[in-house]
């Protein structure tokens, strides 16, 4: 038996209609006949607007299980979805779909992202950036990146946009996402770049925190531009930001957040800021010498950060200063009786 669907019901429908327009003898059937045709006309678009591509339909009521066998069968259907005819609003979700589900390179990974974008720019930057670089697949969040590399150069405003939405937000893993996208943009883009020095002194203390992650990001990929970064760290490291009025009257304290004076110490070392970092390991009373410890490493530092090293091997540790102290204090004791 043949099977007819929605379309080749409407199709008979519609040819029928037609047929009895032209057959109709008298003008008050025609009438009747046309109000009938514009009817069924309309209905048939309905129903053709509402259908959704049967291969992507089928894979997106497979994915609604994360059960691997329902997640490879999902993406065979949407493979076959790309091979038949499609809206492009359904191209770009197939595609969007395959970025995100499909065992495969970042790079294919990247060019299924991208071939969404181009059919839906802005439904899909929103998309990448709030949902899928937020993915607990490393592949796929640096494909997510690669796309919206690719994507930033022909909508740079847009893209800005959301990443400044994110990184001042109050989500914290799209802060951390949206920081480690403008680290990467920021080696090439001046506007990202100052995106950064304002975050830096944000009110928001994780936005000032992931602003540093940017500028740790930026330092992988270009350590000269990230250096002129330098003089901010080292203010959150030496000295506190401007008390607010808020500070002053409940008596918070006025030094930067420890979370944040930490890791803009273990930046100055991805960014090699030899100097700097040995200012701090001088600084006996600092808490952020064994931070910097690790910064010099991660510097590259040669033989001009020996003779600290060594120096700091022969300090009493801070247990041996501790009984120091005690011992000072029962000899004054003896000699007072």
Known sequence: MIGFDAASVAFWAIR???????????????????WALALVCGLAAVAGCGAQNEFLAEAKDLLKSDKRTR??????????????????REEAETHYLLGYYESASVEERADHFTMALAREPKRYEEALIHEALRDNVPDVREAVRVALVKQYKSAPGRIRKELTDALEGKDNRSRHDAAWVIGYLAAEDGALANLIGDSLDHKRMATRLNAILAVDELARRDATKARRYVPQLLAKIESAPKPTWKKLWL????????????????TLGTIGATDEILKVLQNKGSSLRSNAMKALIASGAGESAVDVLLGLLVEPTAEELQWTSRASAGRRAVHLR
Not at 71 to 88: N, S
Not at 251 to 266: F, I, K, N, Q
């Open 16 to 34: 029928s209609m037609i047929l009895s327009y032209v057959m109709a003898s008298s003008l008050v059937q025609r009438k009747g006949v046309f």
């Open 71 to 88: 997640v490879e069968l999902a993406v065979r259907q949407l493979k076959q979805a790309v091979e038949t005819p499609m809206t492009e």
């Open 251 to 266: 008596g918070e304290g006025e030094r930067e957040d420890p979370e944040v004076r930490a890791l803009a110490v273990t």
